[in-house]
Every structure is written in C-alpha cells, then in structure tokens.
C-alpha cells in the first residue's frame, strides 16, 4: 500500500475578525501521495489559499495537524520547508533582482552549493523555456514568463512537494497549455503536487484526484474519473456545478 | 542549524547590499543634499541669526537623526508596500529558516545601510564644520556603541510601525501624528539640557522620546562635553526602547501575519 508523503489530519483554523470568531477550515483531513496531482477546488471563500497556506507553513492551524513523510511538520519545520516549493497566486517575485538573480538567491535560500545552484539554474532555465529572458529584470517580464520564473524559483531547491495556487490565473490560453505541461512534467518527476484553482478544465486535465472545499469543509475527494462515472456527466464543470446545487440545498 | 541559518541569514543580507549598491550613489546624493543643507544652516546662517558657536556642532550632529529616520521611514514603506501588494514576504516566510532570524534580516539589513551612508555623511559634515567642532572629552569607544544601539533600536521602531498600522493609515497619518511630535518634542533639533532649562515639563517630555537619547547620545560620544545626556545613559535607554519595541513587533507581526 502506497504511503502518504503528506497527512493533513483535523485541521481547524479559526480567525478573528472585528469581535466575530471565522472558522475558515472545519476539521479538513486529506492525504496527498508521491508523484500526485491534487486539485483543490471550491468557489470563493471556500478555503482553498487558507489551507494551501496552512500546507506552505505560513500560518499555523488552529487545531489538527500535519505529517509528513510520517512526522508532524510542526517538530521539524526546517526540514519540511526544504522539502517544498511554494508558487503562490500573488507574483510575489524580487523586482530589484533578474529572473536569474532571483533563482541564485533561491538557490542559496535552501543552502544549495555553488555548483548546485549553477546546475538547477541552467536545468530550469531550459525546462520552463525561461534562458533567453535568463538576464532580464523581472519588471520586464510579461504574466505568463513571471509565473513560469514563480515555478522555476519553487522548484529551485528540488522540492518533494509543489503548492500551486492558482497557477494560470489571467494568462493567454497558449501559455496556460504549456504551464499545463510543465505541471505534468513536475508528476513524471515523482514530485507531488497541490493545485488550487478555479479553472475546472484546468482541475480535470491535471489532477489525479479533486478534493472540493466548501465553507471549509471537504465536501468530497475523488479521482476525477470515478467521480464522472459516478455522476454520469462528461465534463468536472457540470458535475462541480451539481455538487454546488446540493450543497446548498443540504445548507437550507 | 546554527551554521545552515547564519548561511541563510547572510544570503538574505546579501541580497539586501546588492539591491542598495545598485542605487548607493542616487541614495547619497539625496543624503548629501540634505547634509549640505544642515551644514549650511548650522555652519553659516545660525551664527548669524545668533546662535552661540558652541551649540553649532551639537546642533549639526543632532541632525544626522533626519537621514536616520529617512531611511527607518524607508524601510518601513517597503515593506509596508511589500505586506499590501508583492507579498515578497510569504515567500520568505517559507525559507527554512527561524522566523527570528528573518525578521532580524531586516533589522540588520537597515543598520548596515543606514550605516553606510549616514557615518560619511556626519564625517563630511564634521569637517565641513571645522572650527565650530570642538570635542571636549569625546567617548571615542561609547561612540560606535551608541550608534549602533541608535540605529538597531530605529531599525525595530520603524519595523513595529509598519506591522502596526494599516497600509491607509501609515500613508496618511504617520509623519503627523507619530514621526513629527516624536521628532518636536525630542532633543534633536536642541540640546536637551537647554530644553530642560527652558521648560522642565518640555525636558521630561523629550526623557521619555527615544530619539532624545539617540541625539544626545551621539552628541555626547563626539563632543563629550557635559551638556548633555551622558552616552553611558543613553545606550540602556535605546536598549531599553529596542526591547519595546521588539515586543510591540512581535504582537503587530502575529496579528498582522500570524505566522508559524
């Protein structure tokens, strides 16, 4: 049996907002497995960059844990974060750096040596089709090479697990394919994959597995195949849409 | 783990004095503007509106607390900018590395740019100066002391301020209602025993504003002459005004950020 490279077990997060107590995850339980694409669906407010956000160490839950490779991230939280890589849905690149002084840095961030650091760049460079923008200033830069240098800086220090918070937001549809291949390219890699989106198209070619979130609660995890048998429809956009119905007739 | 965070604590440094090198000369052009128009005012235009000669250094020297907080106030704005819009933190939060040492990157990062270009500038300026800098008994070893501690406790300050404020807020109302009664009720721009003469409350006043100390500390260290707060004092008191201040930090980062 397949063990999991990362065990999310009853996380709760509650926030605090104006006097009023927000529970933004409920008791949120999911396994993710090596070399697995998971997207994370759910409409706004569902609790996706929360729990994606919880997974990348940047806030801590309420409640509930989070193991990895078997231990709790939490008791060795330097050896985790090596062993991922963060694409978050802001462009939050360095604007004062180039796309390959950015990558240098990253590399030296996660302790990379020289000749490392030097082999990744010109990996990566050359994967994500980045070498000929290798000395531009990232203001240069249009959306869809910002976001492939996001990809390239998370994946500098060879993670064992990638987040992905909507990765194709706003870009050109050709440029979307192609970040799709990269993505599928991460899988062959055996590196295991968080997708949060709100492209459903994107979620069914990608994912091996969808969990859907609403009100943050997981409504539902399943391959995306089963889930079309089951439901008997052909695309995930119809049967996401059906799901929504339910769960807010289930709410009333 | 104490090597593998100091080798990360320094590429982030080294991150730092990369971008401020790239601009270093922009920088001190606008410091020198400023520097020459200190030295002008003190040097030239005070005597002449009557201002003793002896109170002509220690004026100058209080005004190198302007570039300081410029570039405290620039430090802040980043990253006040960087928490509302490019986020470049979140990424940072995700090094592996102890969120302490990421937040005393900062700090650091500060001391050392404000290091390198506000001491040229005193030291231009001090010469500029030249029969008017007349160093008494001059505290040639408390001097670096306080000068750190001035710029480490800025350094803090201007952190807290940027965690502690809404992005609206330090935009609109920072400078007036913090940064310039902070800046009129200190003994930066008077000297503190003068203040005190002139208005004892106005002198307990400035006893309670860091920025007093910073100025009158390096005030003492330079010219070591006892009208003014000595510098043994001063550096506890900015030390003291650091611990403040990183408490007042760590609870604006957990409730602005809350990170692990």
């Known amino acids: ?252 | 783990m104490l090597t593998n965070n100091m080798r990360i604590f320094g590429a982030l440094l080294q991150r730092d004095i990369k971008v401020l090198f790239s601009n270093f000369g922009s920088r001190m052009i606008d410091n020198v503007i400023v520097v020459s128009i200190n030295v002008f005012l003190y040097r030239y235009l005070a005597p002449l509106l009557g201002m003793p000669a002896h109170l002509v250094a220690p004026s100058y020297i209080g005004s190198i607390m302007m570039p300081m907080v410029f570039i405290g106030f620039s430090l802040a704005r980043n990253m006040m900018v960087d928490l509302h819009y490019s986020s470049v933190i979140e990424y940072k939060l995700t090094l592996p590395l102890p969120k302490k040492w990421l937040f005393a990157s900062y700090i650091v990062s500060f001391m050392i740019e404000a290091a390198l270009i506000t001491i040229p500038l005193l030291t231009i300026g001090i010469f500029l100066l030249g029969d008017f800098y007349v160093p008494v008994a001059p505290h040639w070893f408390a001097t670096p002391i306080v000068y750190a501690c001035s710029l480490f406790f800025l350094g803090t300050f201007f952190l807290f301020l940027s965690f502690n404020y809404s992005y609206e807020w330090f935009e609109q109302n920072l400078w007036a209602r913090r940064l310039s009664p902070m800046f009129c009720f200190s003994a930066t721009f008077y000297v503190w025993h003068r203040i005190y003469a002139a208005s004892p409350i106005f002198g307990g006043l400035a006893l309670l504003n860091p920025f007093s100390y910073i100025a009158e500390g390096i005030r003492s260290g330079l010219l070591g002459n006892s009208e003014f707060i000595w510098v043994w004092y001063c550096i506890p008191a900015l030390l003291f005004a650091s611990i403040l201040s990183i408490l007042g930090l760590t609870v604006a980062i957990k409730k602005r950020i809350d990170p692990v």
């Open chain 1, 1 to 252: 049996m397949r063990r999991p490279i990362l065990e999310i077990k009853n996380v709760t997060k509650l926030y605090r907002d104006k006097g009023k107590t927000i529970r933004a995850l409920n008791d949120v339980s999911l396994d993710l497995y090596p070399g697995e694409i998971l997207g994370l669906l759910g409409v706004n407010g569902a609790g996706k960059t929360t729990l994606s956000s919880i997974i990348a160490t940047l806030h801590p839950p309420t409640s509930g844990t989070i193991l990895f490779e078997g231990h709790s991230i939490y008791k060795n939280i330097i050896s985790y974060r090596k062993a991922l890589g963060l694409c978050p849905q802001r462009q939050n690149l360095d604007t004062f750096l180039t796309v390959r002084e950015n990558l240098v840095f990253a590399g030296k961030y996660f302790l990379l040596s020289e000749q490392e650091i030097k082999e990744r760049l010109d990996i990566l460079l050359s994967q994500l089709q980045l070498t000929k923008y290798a000395d531009f200033s990232i203001r240069a830069l249009s959306g869809g090479t910002k976001q492939r240098v996001l990809i390239a800086r998370a994946l500098m220090h060879n993670p064992k697990i990638v987040i992905l918070d909507e990765p194709t937001v706003g870009l050109d549809p050709d440029i979307r394919r192609s970040l799709w291949d990269q993505i599928l390219k991460l899988k062959a890699m055996g590196i295991s994959v968080i997708l949060t989106t709100h492209y459903l198209d994107e979620a069914e070619y990608l994912s091996d597995r969808i969990c859907i979130l609403h009100e943050g609660s997981i409504r539902l995890i399943e391959s995306v195949k089963a889930l079309k048998e089951q439901r008997g429809m052909q695309t995930l956009e119809n049967i996401f849409i059906e799901l929504l119905q339910e769960y807010r007739e289930q709410e009333c």
